[in-house]
């Protein structure tokens, strides 16, 4: 069982940066892949970027590629989320999620534990 708590979000303007943080409870975080999607009002939830354990796999949407960098921690069992370059079309609730697959890491359904997410604003 994996519990997960984001935080980090917030209101920015257009062109700014935030930090996502994402706490993980649990002594098997490191063996889990761990992703950031979102969702907007209106819309479905889509991948963001994922990471797998030991960092040696990142992807990344196109939509946010060279703006958004994916990290983590294994000894703070924590995995982050930078986000540079924010413009209102990032504007949604970020979720982080934990996976124990290692393909197909791009799928919601990918997926076994999601945290409660946290809402990013961009104002223009």
């Known amino acids: 069982q994996v519990q997960l708590v984001e935080s980090g979000g917030g209101l920015v303007q257009a062109g700014g940066s935030l930090r996502l943080s994402c706490a993980a409870s649990g002594r098997t975080f490191s063996s889990y892949t761990m992703g950031w999607f979102r969702q907007a009002p209106g819309k479905e939830r889509e991948f963001v970027a994922a990471i797998t354990w030991s960092a040696g796999s990142i992807y990344y949407a196109d939509s946010v590629k060279g703006r958004f960098t994916i990290s983590r921690d294994n000894a703070k069992n924590t995995v982050y989320l930078q986000m540079n370059s924010l413009k209102p079309e990032d504007t949604a609730v970020y979720y982080c999620?934990?996976?124990?697959?290692?393909?197909?890491?791009?799928?919601?359904?990918?997926?076994?534990?999601w945290g409660q997410g946290t809402q990013v604003t961009v104002s223009s």
């Open positions: 999620a934990a996976s124990r697959a290692y393909s197909g890491v791009k799928l919601l359904t990918a997926y076994d534990y």
